[in-house]
């Protein structure tokens, strides 16, 4: 059987005019995981891989007013906080979140 995991973080991003906050959703299935990253008014999906350990990388876009940043993201996803490096052509952002009220939910499919 395999299994997929929903989550839902409350997620701050880090930039050069201070923190901005907003929602992380994923989905996790196997070695992929895959979601969609709602900050600063915008919510853009993500696509990538992550172990066993929640050690995973995706990528995706951020739009801001000005701009639409590409970005690879780095870091690990574990069931309880998220905290990752955003590589992109603008900088390196970081984003860090813990789990939101909402709770996770395994399906076995």
Known sequence: MKEKV???????????VGPRY???????R????????????????FFGKID???N??????????MWTIDYVATGVVT???INLTLL??????YITGEMSDIQE???EL
């Open 88 to 93: 992109s052509e603008q900088g390196k952002f």
């Open 105 to 107: 939910e395994t399906i």
């Open 22 to 28: 907003g929602f992380l959703t994923c989905q996790v």
């Open 6 to 16: 929903n989550r839902i973080y409350k997620i701050q991003l880090q930039t050069s």
């Open 52 to 54: 066993a350990d929640g």
């Open 30 to 45: 196997n070695d992929r995981i895959s979601g969609e990253l709602d900050i600063l008014k915008h919510v853009e999906p």
């Open 56 to 65: 995973c990388e995706f990528s995706g876009q951020i739009i801001t007013l």
């Open 79 to 81: 069931a309880d906080h």
